[in-house]
């Protein structure tokens, strides 16, 4: 059951391939330098939500819209996410807003559905290491983002991305979204100098979670800012129009003018450190 | 796709059950105050092998042969199991040695297959919140062994098993395995204070698998007998017949002839912890 | 300012030492196959207090009477200890119980005074590379406790007895006490794994604390056992007249008619180990 | 022996004092907006050495010159430093190139000598909770700069800088320099995300240290680029005229030039954080 051939260099190494690895998604570029921002709320929770975040990612210049319709819970009794309802909802605010959008999918039982809505497929942080949903992933025409475990080294993500890659999907956008240490005060440990060990072993673009990484909104734009000014290809980051009553994650979420003005600040700072 | 009604105590807590959870596993009993002694190779590699160390177990007073035949491995070139055909091996060496057998599923795909061969059926630590697997999980009839994530706190793991109570499968093993933290003499870092830390919190039995926290064959046997003075139900080891020549985790497997010896040991300990 | 001569081998290694160090204490012998239980109060509160415990300790068959007179707190506004007091207390209670008595010493200014009270001189977690009061240590007739720092790797901890070792004095006892993870259910994780690292690495004695390393009393008793059936020459337990009451770490404090019960344990535990 | 009056709202924190703490140092400020640059060797090794780098530091732009004398080293045979005629050559080299300079203490035996000469005097991340150090920098007249100790939480380091306000010195300046995880393609883990704690809960300057934290000089660029855009006060940067052959830290050190550069790239990205 083993891959028959092993190729002499990883086909996610920089070895293997020296130039930057670019994604078309939509008129979208990812990677090569360009500056990606994803924006939208944790969990799809109405037309109406959606319609208007994806409204307000596009006009702050966002070039792509998230959402969960299957959200991976620790409790089996919370909100487990709208489902294949919520997959409708979101392709049809990709489609009206004209913006490409990305979800999670968490088995491959959902792959297909979740192939036919959504324009990125991301595979997440709990899944890094499900060989099996990573094989099918292989097997897509999509690209696939793929975020980091939880307690995952980098050897350990690009090689969960060689999953991927060795079955015949080039398209891999690796996302660093916090690492799991004895410190408290956030959520996780948002680790920043995965950019550029990414950046120097592989040739895939990487984004940064700064969201879930910390899980304090206050934390959001300045971890943004970081994370470019580090090389990042990107950001996703979590957009609710009405935070206090989000079903998920809502002290994690900026308002939409809030990620308006972030958006501003991000470029400016994209352009000082790719014409420095 | 929420849990409809959720019930006032999670179903793994002591709070909703008091007394010991007992799995019958053919004429044994795993918890409740027993020794359990799970014995047996990473990999299944031939029939020879699987019946020789079969023999061996069974021998040495363990109640449970281990084998795998899913293999999940981090890269996507090493050897991944024999696959079905490893079931068929891991089955007919259980019936003719008679003695029950358990092995790890990796995807929902493979589990009705897994259940049909095995009496216990693994879950491993970078699938404990495969939340898909765990569902199935819970409708299956069979034993479920669930190895504690790398980087989950108990209360994650606990909620885990939880998933698969709520499908309706009472019947569910933890698996402690090693943590992983800064320290790289071992290969993770054995939390035995997870014992008493599951025994307070829940029912439910705690084995403890010393060969894949450490990584050393020379830690199994003193990290083996701490477990069980700590309180725990059970091991899990790897025995191999030819160590040096295993195709997968050879420089952590004990020789049938040195499983022998410590299971002499435990049972010595097992007795003075239940009689003190 | 360094060390002239490097020795060929770690002064602390098993390639250095063969065989295995014994440290006397009044009469008792710490290491080489005897085994070493150290019980007493976080910190010394009053003379009926200590002399209260003392006579507990002794009672029970502890070896070693432990106090603190000097205590490293978090926070600069939390009871810093009775200082030169407690010293003075610590000697007296030793005395007139004929026990040996450890207590920490903080600073290179307070070594000479502790060194004139106590038997064994602790150096803490949170000190163990202050690199000036370890060579001060390395100049005392008296043997060291050496806590590994709370996320110090086993490698860092020998360098730090090292520096003892290398000015001359080779009576240095290790005590594992949990180190830092992500797993906040207990204070820190405790690392039993490093018992057989020591043995192996190393000719020195290693003793466990299982009180600061869970933070609960409750798993005192399960985690002291498993240390010694895991080969640890010993254990340092808090034990307290009225943990209720206690200044400091009242809730990981065994009351002395526990630590008596389970002392008995420990010694059945021992015996089967090294018959085994 | 405890501080007789807790102040009601810690000294460190915002609640106490609102507005940033500045800290001046020869005619430079370093907190409240300013950008604060820290060059040198880990290690003083010559007079040459330092008196070429100085000159760099300062044509660069930096503000103030760091360079070891003491150096905290796992192994009691690796090189500890120059001691007291590091100190000199430090002080000489400062005063002749007119720019502040910084270095390590490591005891209280040293404390007075390293005041004699250093403009601000480093705590290091070893002895963060030394807390009889901290005491003695309590009373100091100069700038202390205190690391935050390889796996403390923020409240512990705070807590620490509590220990040194409490005694009197209100110029604290921390330090992040990487914290330890599990991860090892870094040395350490940056966490940036203290930034933003930091400048929540507290009114000090943070600078960070990338040198250390990455121990990679390929990685110091990007993540004193990211820090800047966190909102740091500034950095220190290891910086040595010939890395190849530097007595400690070569891999991790820049060239001068490649400082200079840096610095520029550093000026503009404060420029957009500050004015956005």
Same mark, same amino acid.
Request: proline share 5%; glycine share 8%; aromatic share 4%.
């Given at each position: 059951?083993?891959?028959?051939?092993?190729?002499?260099?990883?086909?996610? #190494?920089?070895?293997?391939?020296?130039?930057?690895?670019?994604?078309?998604?939509?008129?979208?570029?990812?990677?090569?330098?360009?500056?990606?921002?994803?924006?939208?709320? *944790?969990?799809?929770?109405?037309?109406?939500?959606?319609?208007?975040? =994806?409204?307000?990612?596009?006009?702050?210049?966002?070039?792509?819209?998230?959402?969960?319709?299957?959200?991976?819970?620790?409790?089996?009794?919370?909100?487990?996410?709208?489902?294949?309802?919520?997959?409708?909802?979101? %392709?049809?605010?990709?489609?009206?807003?004209?913006?490409?959008?990305?979800?999670?999918?968490?088995?491959?039982?959902?792959?297909?559905?979740?192939?036919?809505?959504?324009?990125?497929?991301?595979?997440?942080?709990?899944?890094?290491?499900?060989?099996?949903?990573?094989?099918?992933?292989? %097997?897509?025409?999509?690209?696939?983002?793929?975020?980091?475990?939880?307690?995952?080294?980098?050897?350990?993500?690009?090689? =969960?991305?060689?999953?991927?890659?060795?079955?015949?999907?080039?398209?891999?956008?690796?996302?660093?979204?916090?690492?799991?240490?004895?410190?408290?005060?956030?959520?996780?440990?948002?680790?920043?100098?995965?950019?550029?060990?990414?950046?120097?072993?592989?040739?895939?673009?990487?984004?940064?979670?700064?969201?879930? =990484?910390?899980?304090? %909104?206050?934390?959001?734009?300045?971890?943004?800012?970081?994370?470019?000014? =580090?090389?990042?290809?990107?950001?996703?980051?979590?957009?609710?129009?009405?935070?206090?009553?989000?079903? *998920?994650?809502?002290?994690? #979420?900026?308002?939409?003018?809030?990620?308006?003005?972030?958006?501003?600040?991000?470029?400016?700072?994209?352009?000082?450190?790719?014409?420095?």
């Amino acid at each position: 059951m083993a891959i028959d051939i092993q190729p002499v260099q990883p086909l996610t #190494s920089r070895a293997y391939k020296s130039e930057d690895t670019v994604i078309e998604v939509g008129k979208h570029r990812i990677g090569g330098g360009t500056l990606t921002l994803i924006g939208g709320p *944790c969990s799809i929770e109405s037309v109406d939500q959606v319609m208007s975040v =994806a409204d307000s990612i596009k006009n702050a210049g966002g070039q792509v819209l998230r959402g969960g319709a299957f959200k991976p819970r620790t409790s089996p009794y919370s909100f487990q996410g709208m489902g294949g309802d919520g997959l409708k909802i979101l %392709k049809k605010a990709g489609m009206q807003n004209d913006i490409p959008v990305i979800t999670e999918v968490m088995s491959t039982d959902d792959f297909e559905a979740v192939e036919a809505s959504a324009d990125i497929i991301q595979i997440g942080a709990r899944n890094m290491q499900n060989f099996h949903l990573l094989k099918r992933a292989g %097997k897509s025409q999509k690209p696939i983002l793929l975020k980091r475990g939880l307690s995952a080294t980098i050897d350990e993500w690009l090689n =969960a991305a060689e999953y991927i890659m060795a079955e015949g999907n080039s398209q891999v956008i690796l996302c660093e979204r916090g690492i799991r240490t004895f410190e408290n005060y956030t959520r996780n440990t948002l680790d920043l100098s995965a950019i550029v060990a990414v950046k120097t072993l592989s040739h895939l673009p990487i984004i940064i979670d700064p969201s879930h =990484a910390t899980g304090r %909104k206050e934390m959001v734009p300045a971890m943004a800012k970081a994370a470019i000014a =580090a090389g990042a290809d990107g950001l996703m980051i979590e957009v609710h129009n009405d935070p206090e009553n989000a079903l *998920c994650d809502g002290p994690q #979420s900026l308002k939409p003018e809030e990620f308006s003005v972030l958006a501003d600040e991000l470029r400016k700072i994209h352009e000082v450190v790719h014409n420095a």
